[in-house]
Nanobody
Framework: QVQLVESGGGLVQPGGSLRLSCAASGFTFTNYVMSWVRQAPGKGLEWVSDIEAVGGRTTYADSVKGRFTISRDNAKNTLTLQIDNLKPEDRAVYYC?????????????WGQGTQVTVSS
C-alpha cells in the first residue's frame, strides 16, 4: 500500500521557519521525482519544488527561491522542505507528491497534506 504522510505544519509568525517532512512507503522511492505542491485557500494547486531521484538536482518556484530548501533521504524514504522567512502568502496546505516524470505524466502518488498558517 502506497503512503505519503506529511507532517510538520503549524501556525508560525511572519519571518519564522518550519520544517515539513514526508514519509514515503509502499513504492520504490528512488525511482521517483519528489515534489512539494501547495494549495492556498480558495486557489488552485501551485507547484513549489522538485528534487530528482538520483543526484538530487533541485528546482524551485520563483516565489519560494532563497527561502525554501527541499531535500530527500533515500535511505529513509523521506522528503523534507525547510521553509524560512515565512510570508503570509505562504499560507496553504502543503502536499508531497511522487512522479516518475511529473512534467510529462503528472504525479502518481499524493499525500494528505499538512497545513501551514502564517499569521501574527
Amino acid at each position: 500500500q502506497v503512503q505519503l504522510v506529511e507532517s510538520g505544519g503549524g501556525l508560525v509568525q511572519p519571518g519564522g521557519s518550519l520544517r515539513l517532512s514526508c514519509a514515503a512507503s509502499g513504492f520504490t522511492f528512488t525511482n521517483y521525482v519528489m515534489s512539494w505542491v501547495r494549495q492556498a485557500p480558495g486557489k488552485g494547486l501551485e507547484w513549489v519544488s522538485d528534487i530528482e531521484a538520483v543526484g538530487g538536482r533541485t528546482t524551485y518556484a520563483d516565489s519560494v527561491k532563497g527561502r525554501f530548501t527541499i531535500s530527500r533521504d533515500n535511505a529513509k524514504n523521506t522528503l523534507t522542505l525547510q521553509i524560512d522567512n515565512l510570508k503570509p502568502e505562504d499560507r496553504a496546505v502543503y502536499y508531497c507528491a511522487a512522479g516518475r516524470v511529473p512534467t510529462l505524466y503528472g504525479y502518481d502518488y499524493w499525500g494528505q497534506g499538512t497545513q501551514v498558517t502564517v499569521s501574527s
